[in-house]
């Protein structure tokens, strides 16, 4: 087992019981005391524990991640808008890759009607919500499952990954916030998503507005790599999300919102799509024009590449790979 398998390992651990002695520790990740004395200080050192005599705590404040069975029953309106905009960014015979989270899950259900799509994915619960859509090919990584939330990790699924190329990766996350991207409170996820990243061409970050502005341990995407963001309308009262919305849009994220009123909001770069409707208009960030005199297809590639040159977000993509 790797180091990085071996101390999210521990994290969970200690997050689920609040306290675990070391014999314990030793015991589950197979290793010995000294090992995990080891792994146990070099947490602590990035404040993700408390050492204790013979074991290791929780630090002070620190809540341990919801469950599948919590995030299911969280913002489940604002979820299936957010996935009835996001299946009409995909195309019949197009390849594609679906991350792990409730959100891609509602988008897979909405993706069995697309004929021709590949789907890669690491998540079970998009690979059972695809299983009897006969014109869907569905390629799940390998790895080491995940329960909490259904999604194979580990060294496994990142190779699984190596050599793949596909149009577009659609992700969500527990956070987003214009400064880091998109982020996760789960080391493994966050390695396997980074890994989903870079197989893809454009990336497609779903979130509903209450993880705007929220960040967690571990970044998956940069904001610079991010594509296109789509979401749900904030409540008037939330200025922290609407705030989050304006400087994703103004660092290049092309940003569609469901539940707003007709027609683009107020905010540059911000498209609002009623609810109910999967049509979408790809507004322009400012200093962009409109290519008329190409397809349709042609402006859409155009909007979410915001307008850079072609080689600049593949180069953005293979500097990922390095690090």
Do not use: C, W
Request: glycine share 10%; aromatic share 2%.
């Amino acid at each position: 087992m790797f180091a990085a398998e071996r101390r999210q390992l521990i994290l969970e651990m200690v997050r689920a019981n609040g306290a675990v002695s070391l014999r314990e520790l030793a015991r589950v990740v197979q290793t010995s005391e000294v090992t995990v004395r080891r792994d146990v200080r070099a947490l602590e050192a990035e404040g993700l524990l408390d050492r204790r005599h013979g074991g290791a705590v929780l630090p002070g404040g620190f809540t341990r991640e919801s469950g599948f069975p919590q995030k299911s029953h969280l913002a489940t309106a604002e979820k299936t808008a957010i996935a009835d905009l996001a299946a009409g960014l995909v195309e019949e015979g197009e390849a594609i890759v679906v991350g792990a989270g409730t959100t891609t899950q509602e988008l897979a259900r909405r993706l069995a009607r697309v004929p021709g799509l590949t789907v890669v994915t690491n998540s079970l619960l998009v690979a059972q919500a695809l299983a009897h859509a006969n014109r869907v090919e569905v390629v799940m990584t390998g790895g080491t499952l995940r329960g909490s939330n259904y999604a194979l990790v580990g060294s496994g699924a990142e190779q699984s990954l190596q050599g793949l190329r596909v149009s577009r990766a659609f992700l969500s996350g527990s956070g987003l916030t214009a400064e880091r991207g998109l982020s996760t409170s789960n080391m493994l996820s966050a390695s396997v998503d980074r890994a989903l990243v870079q197989a893809a061409a454009e990336v497609v970050v779903l979130a509903d507005h209450t993880k705007l502005g929220t960040d967690t341990m571990f970044q998956t995407v940069p904001t610079d790599v991010i594509t296109r963001l789509v979401t749900d309308e904030p409540p008037g009262h939330d200025d922290r999300a609407a705030t989050e919305l304006q400087a994703l849009a103004d660092q290049g994220v092309q940003i569609t919102v469901a539940g707003g009123a007709a027609g683009p909001s107020s905010a540059p770069g911000v498209d609002s799509v009623p609810a109910g409707r999967q049509q979408r208009r790809d507004v322009p960030l400012p200093g962009q024009r409109r290519n008329h005199g190409a397809g349709p297809g042609q402006q859409l590639r155009s909007a979410l590449l915001g307008e850079q040159p072609p080689g600049e977000r593949a180069a953005r993509v293979a500097d990922l790979r390095r690090r």
